[in-house]
Structure formats: C-alpha cells, structure tokens
C-alpha cells in the first residue's frame, strides 16, 4: 500500500483539534495505575459512537480493547497506547496542568493515549481498505503493576489472535516530527526491590548493645556497585541505583528499622537475574557482619523489551515514506528505562519506537519523570500518522515479508 495515496495528513487534520483537546484533558486529570476509569471513559467517548468498532472495557482493570473490522479475515495488527500517570507534582503552570495535587502526566501517556484515539478514527474511515483487523489496546499501569500483563491475561492478544503489535512512546531527546527505532533491546529490563532491615535499637552513645541498621545500609550501598563493576561482564549495560534510604526519629537513638530502594536495568535478561541474585546474597552478607536482618521485596520485574528486527524495518520504512529518509534514524541507542511493553513482544512480534517532541530550535526538552516535563501537542500528527502508517503497513503486505 501507497502511503501516499491515502492523503493521512489531510485525515489526520480533521481530528486534530479534537485529539488535541482530549490531550489537555487528559492532562490535567491524570491518573494513577489502576485508577484510569476517568481516562478510559474518555477514551470511549470518542470511539463509542463509530460503528465499525467493537470495544471491550474494564480490561485488565481499567483497560479498553476496540476491534476493527471485527468480522474480516486476514492478519491482525494491535497498536498499544498506555494510559496511566505518575505521582509526581507538576511545576509546568500551564493552562491544562494537572487538578490533582501530587499527580500529574509526566510520562507523556496523555499524549500516547490522545494519538492512538485519533489513529482509530482515520483507521476506522478507511475500514473497507484495510485486508484486515487492527485492535487498539489502551492499557493501565505501564509505570507500575504490569498493566501489559493483565491485558494479556484477560485475551487482549486473542480472539482475534494478533499477528504483530506496535507501539510509541514520546522522546525528549529526539526532535519533533523524527522517528526512532532499532532492531534488538531497546528499553532494559527492571528489577525494582524494597529491602527492609531490622536490627535492636540501642542509645547512640551505646552502639554495642544493639544492630546498626544504618551503618549496615551505607555498607550495603557500597558494596552492591562492587556487583556492576567486579562480577558483570564490563561489555554488558547494567545498572544498580539505590533511591531512597529511611530510617531513624532523632538523633541520639540507633533505630530498628531502615527502609532502602532500588533498582536493577539491564538490556540483557541473564545479566538482569544475576545481578538481582548478587544484590539479594552482599546485602545479606553486610546485614550478618552488623547482627542485622535483610528482607528483600520485589516491587516488579519487567524484561527487557526486545523489537523484532522486520517490525523495527517495517517502522523506519513507514517514517521514510511518510515524513523523509532524513527525519527518520534506525539505529538509536537503547534506553536503561523499563517498558511493560516487553510483555507483548514475548507473545507476538513487535516493534517499539520513539516520537520525537523537542522542537528543532530548543536545545533541549525536560525528559520524562521530570515535573516539568508536557508532551509536545506539535508531536501528535507525527504520533497519529505513524500509528496508522503501521498498521495500514502491515496489514498490506504479505505476512511473510514482514514481522516474526
């Protein structure tokens, strides 16, 4: 199929306003993992009333699956939007900042959700086209609690099975109306822990009688860069941050309990699972050597997201086509940020890709988990148009030609 042909601009331009719209609104009424009833009621305002549609809500909680060309034959395509928001207060004071205190789109998946509303109206104005189905997946809880998970659990790649999944996510470091992908791992795997330490509270001034959980916690910080840095390939990407150290009331008593956070990323799954098993055997180890306890919570665990190589191609060879060879690089650099799309690419093949929102005259553009951070409205025909370019890609080609 000629991408040409199908005038997506001039599609894409009819909606905008109203994509737009809904963008801002969603901005400004954000909403934890879990919690996105508002967003996906929204979401289904604009799709309800289009015929050629057949949705499904409350999908792995809050999640909605719409269906066209339910009835067709030939291959299915999903596109995947993420829904949810991050518990981080805004700074932006911009006229759609958010309404709720401590909560706010600081991921763009305001912009990601708002885009693939519009993808589904041009899409569903070319329904008698398309040589098959495409299913649009607005999922919850990418930043915590495996939304991508529970949508699989509860059929979202199913009935029809989907051939091949694509999805995007808004960039600051790649400039706006230019594209990024890469075949291989391109978002990292997570380990994201809670260790809890519980030793005898003691007077400062009589350490001995009791377990210096702190002390032991500055230790065990030291010592799990040692893993990063002695016992992992140097070659492979891996990184232990540790976030948040909490303990103690005053400061003249030893307490009993220190909380510590972290994180675990790496691009390779083995090194992901040794390095987790290392940090769980020093922590341990530093925590005896004080007569202190260490209790390890996993928070979540997502694999690294790995883009099947035909998909990557198919993506850059719709930005080329649809934006020019210049706007569109195929080889970017992976991020050590983690993508419960992962959980999709284990089960079909797919692709995830990058959008760029920093306009070409800024020198940069605050990054995502920033409380600065607003998803470019300038970025959404290019978010829009590649969704569609994608489908309608796939869906026009042989199947063999393409992803898998």
Same mark, same amino acid.
């Given at each position: 199929?000629?991408?040409?042909?199908?005038?997506?601009?001039?599609?894409?331009?009819?909606?905008?306003?109203?994509?737009?719209?809904?963008?801002?609104?969603?901005?400004?009424?954000?909403?934890?993992?879990?919690?996105?009833?508002?967003?996906?009621?929204?979401?289904?305002?604009?799709?309800?009333?289009?015929?050629?549609?057949?949705?499904?809500?409350?999908?792995?909680?809050?999640?909605?699956?719409?269906?066209?060309?339910?009835?067709?034959?030939?291959?299915?395509?999903?596109?995947?939007?993420?829904?949810?928001?991050?518990?981080?207060?805004?700074?932006?004071?911009?006229?759609?900042?958010?309404?709720?205190?401590?909560?706010?789109?600081?991921?763009?998946?305001?912009?990601?959700?708002?885009?693939?509303?519009?993808?589904?109206?041009?899409?569903?104005?070319?329904?008698?086209?398309?040589?098959?189905?495409?299913?649009?997946?607005?999922?919850?809880?990418?930043?915590?609690?495996?939304?991508?998970?529970?949508?699989?659990?509860?059929?979202?790649?199913?009935?029809?099975?989907?051939?091949?999944?694509?999805?995007?996510?808004?960039?600051?470091?790649?400039?706006?109306?230019?594209?990024?992908?890469?075949?291989?791992?391109?978002?990292?795997?997570?380990?994201?822990?809670?260790?809890?330490?519980?030793?005898?509270?003691?007077?400062?001034?009589?350490?001995?009688?009791?377990?210096?959980?702190?002390?032991?916690?500055?230790?065990?910080?030291?010592?799990?860069?040692?893993?990063?840095?002695?016992?992992?390939?140097?070659?492979?990407?891996?990184?232990?941050?540790?976030?948040?150290?909490?303990?103690?009331?005053?400061?003249?008593?030893?307490?009993?309990?220190?909380?510590?956070?972290?994180?675990?990323?790496?691009?390779?799954?083995?090194?992901?699972?040794?390095?987790?098993?290392?940090?769980? /055997?020093? +922590? =341990?180890? @530093? $925590? #005896?050597?004080?007569?202190?306890?260490?209790?390890? !919570?996993? &928070?979540?665990?997502?694999?690294?997201?790995?883009?099947?190589? /035909?998909? +990557? =191609?198919? @993506? $850059? #060879?719709?930005?080329?086509?649809?934006?020019?060879? !210049?706007? &569109?690089?195929?080889?970017?650099?992976?991020?050590?940020?983690?993508?419960?799309?992962?959980?999709?690419?284990?089960?079909?093949?797919?692709?995830?890709?990058?959008?760029? &929102?920093?306009?070409?005259?800024?020198?940069?553009?605050?990054?995502?988990?920033?409380?600065?951070?607003?998803?470019?409205?300038?970025?959404?025909?290019?978010?829009?148009?590649?969704?569609?370019?994608?489908?309608?890609?796939?869906?026009?080609?042989?199947?063999?030609?393409?992803?898998?």
């Amino acid at each position: 199929m000629n991408l040409a042909t199908l005038n997506l601009p001039e599609q894409i331009g009819t909606v905008l306003d109203a994509v737009v719209a809904l963008r801002q609104d969603l901005h400004a009424h954000p909403e934890l993992a879990f919690e996105e009833s508002r967003t996906a009621g929204r979401v289904l305002e604009h799709l309800g009333a289009i015929p050629e549609l057949r949705l499904r809500s409350g999908v792995g909680g809050t999640g909605v699956v719409a269906l066209l060309n339910a009835a067709r034959q030939g291959p299915c395509v999903a596109l995947r939007a993420d829904m949810d928001a991050l518990p981080i207060q805004e700074s932006t004071n911009l006229p759609y900042a958010s309404e709720i205190p401590g909560k706010m789109h600081a991921c763009g998946h305001d912009g990601h959700t708002a885009a693939l509303v519009g993808a589904a109206i041009v899409l569903s104005r070319m329904a008698d086209r398309l040589p098959g189905r495409v299913k649009f997946l607005f999922q919850p809880a990418e930043e915590a609690g495996g939304g991508a998970a529970r949508l699989i659990e509860e059929g979202a790649l199913d009935n029809p099975k989907v051939d091949a999944i694509f999805g995007l996510h808004g960039w600051s470091d790649v400039e706006l109306g230019h594209v990024a992908v890469a075949a291989g791992p391109v978002m990292a795997g997570t380990r994201t822990f809670a260790l809890t330490l519980r030793g005898k509270g003691a007077h400062a001034a009589y350490p001995h009688r009791g377990g210096d959980v702190i002390a032991a916690a500055c230790q065990i910080v030291t010592a799990v860069q040692a893993i990063r840095t002695r016992r992992i390939d140097p070659i492979t990407p891996l990184v232990i941050s540790i976030c948040q150290i909490a303990a103690g009331q005053t400061y003249n008593v030893l307490p009993e309990i220190c909380s510590i956070k972290g994180t675990i990323r790496s691009l390779d799954a083995t090194a992901l699972e040794s390095a987790w098993k290392q940090v769980q /055997r020093t +922590a =341990r180890a @530093v $925590a #005896d050597i004080f007569d202190v306890e260490a209790h390890f !919570d996993l &928070v979540d665990a997502y694999p690294p997201v790995l883009n099947d190589a /035909r998909c +990557a =191609r198919l @993506v $850059a #060879d719709v930005g080329r086509e649809l934006f020019g060879p !210049d706007q &569109v690089a195929d080889a970017h650099a992976p991020s050590m940020g983690g993508e419960d799309f992962a959980y999709y690419c284990q089960r079909v093949p797919g692709a995830f890709f990058r959008v760029g &929102v920093r306009p070409g005259n800024a020198s940069d553009w605050p990054a995502i988990h920033n409380p600065a951070y607003d998803f470019n409205d300038a970025a959404l025909p290019t978010a829009i148009a590649m969704y569609c370019g994608v489908a309608l890609k796939y869906l026009s080609e042989p199947s063999s030609t393409l992803c898998g």
